[in-house]
């Protein structure tokens, strides 16, 4: 099994790397699906989050309303690392547990772990690769006000409470540019499949 770390700034672009990499072939492991997982009505996660952040995070439904959850965090340093604290513990053991699952049934794989938070918590120091996926500040900038519907302001406070992602190129193998159209993106993560398959032809897997 080869394991490839894959993880970029908010709004770089993750998502549209990551499907390509599964169109080619690779497993994934989406560390944002995980999160959702966790935090489900009831489960000892969203407990600890709704007891630290308080019941108007919630919906009607009981549910975390994510919204909510980042605009109280993402403008407070002290409760986003409590956040990650309570929720980052849950999806590394959710993370170790597919991998092992993976492990039994393909030894051949080549599985990307796709995650926000890859570097900061250290993840990355156990898989065989790591890509970074890197848009310019501007189109982080423009996609997040689209996709969240929030105000540049509020945009760049999100963009802010993130590691620079120039600190994350420093740890990277390989680096996707994904600020061109749908067509470059593809060609530079082909190349990069391409690298990893020969890579992982190389490693004696188990």
């Known amino acids: 099994m080869f394991v490839v770390g894959l993880t970029g700034g908010i709004a ?4 549209v790397v990551s499907k390509i990499l599964r169109e ?4 994934l492991i989406d ?5 959702r997982e966790v935090m489900l009505p009831h489960k000892k996660c969203w407990e600890k989050v709704v007891a630290s952040f308080g019941k108007e ?5 009981l549910t975390i309303d994510r919204k909510k959850l980042a605009e109280h965090v993402f403008n407070n340093p002290e409760q986003l690392a409590k956040l990650n604290s309570l929720v980052h513990p ?3 053991r959710l993370v170790e ?3 092992e699952e993976i492990k039994k049934e393909d030894t051949q794989a080549i599985v990307i772990i796709d995650a926000a938070l890859l570097v900061e918590t250290g993840m990355y120091k156990n898989y065989d690769r790591l890509v970074v996926v890197h848009a310019r500040e501007e189109t982080q900038l423009k996609r ?3 996709r969240d519907g929030i105000s540049r302001n509020e945009a760049q406070k999100r963009i802010n409470s993130q590691l620079p992602l120039k600190e994350k190129i420093k740890l990277a193998d ?3 540019e994904n600020d061109g159209s749908l067509k470059e993106t593809r060609e530079e993560v082909e190349k990069v499949f391409k690298t990893l398959s020969s890579l992982k032809s190389t490693k004696i897997l188990r």
Not at 12 to 15: N, Y
Not at 57 to 61: A, G, H, N, P, Q
Request: cysteine-free.
């Open 174 to 176: 390989f680096v996707i």
């Open 144 to 146: 997040l006000m689209a």
């Open 97 to 99: 547990g597919k991998l």
């Open 24 to 27: 080619l072939g690779a497993l």
């Open 57 to 61: 995070i919630l919906r009607e439904d």
């Open 90 to 92: 849950e999806i590394i």
């Open 31 to 35: 560390a944002d699906e995980l999160s």
């Open 12 to 15: 770089s672009g993750k998502s």
